[in-house]
């Protein structure tokens, strides 16, 4: 079993930034691959962008490239999210999520198996 545990949400105004931190502990966390996916009221989850293990590969959603950059400390088994030019429509849930597939796209909420509680963006115009 793996626990995620994310932090760092808060307001803050466009055009700033914010950087989100996901911490995990149960099984080795370089064993799976990670990712961040948001949900905004009455909408459904969005994928943001995921690593995979090694750290070597990542992928980002349409809506973030260039904004977003997802990495991962393997040995402090803490995944991040450093946002910057942040925009009102950024304002949602943020949720970490962990696979233990060994090869997939990482983009589809069934493709991960652990979930973190979330945390709450808010950026204001």
């Known amino acids: 079993q793996v626990q995620l545990v994310e932090s760092g949400g808060g307001l803050v105004q466009a055009g700033g930034s914010l950087s989100l931190s996901c911490a995990a502990s149960?099984?080795?966390?370089?064993?799976?691959?990670m990712g961040w996916f948001r949900q905004a009221p009455g909408k459904e989850r969005e994928f943001v962008a995921r690593?995979?293990?090694?750290?070597?590969?990542?992928y980002y959603g349409d809506s973030v490239k260039g904004r977003f950059t997802i990495s991962r400390d393997n040995a402090k088994n803490t995944l991040y999210l450093q946002m910057n030019s942040l925009k009102p429509e950024d304002t949602a849930v943020y949720y970490c999520?962990?696979?233990?597939?060994?090869?997939?796209?990482?983009?589809?909420?069934?493709?991960?198996?652990?979930w973190g509680q979330g945390t709450q963006v808010t950026v204001s115009s």
């Open positions: 149960g099984r080795t966390f370089t064993s799976y691959a």
């Open positions: 690593i995979r293990w090694s750290g070597s590969s990542t």
């Open positions: 999520a962990a696979s233990s597939r060994v090869n997939s796209n990482y983009r589809y909420e069934s493709e991960f198996d652990y």
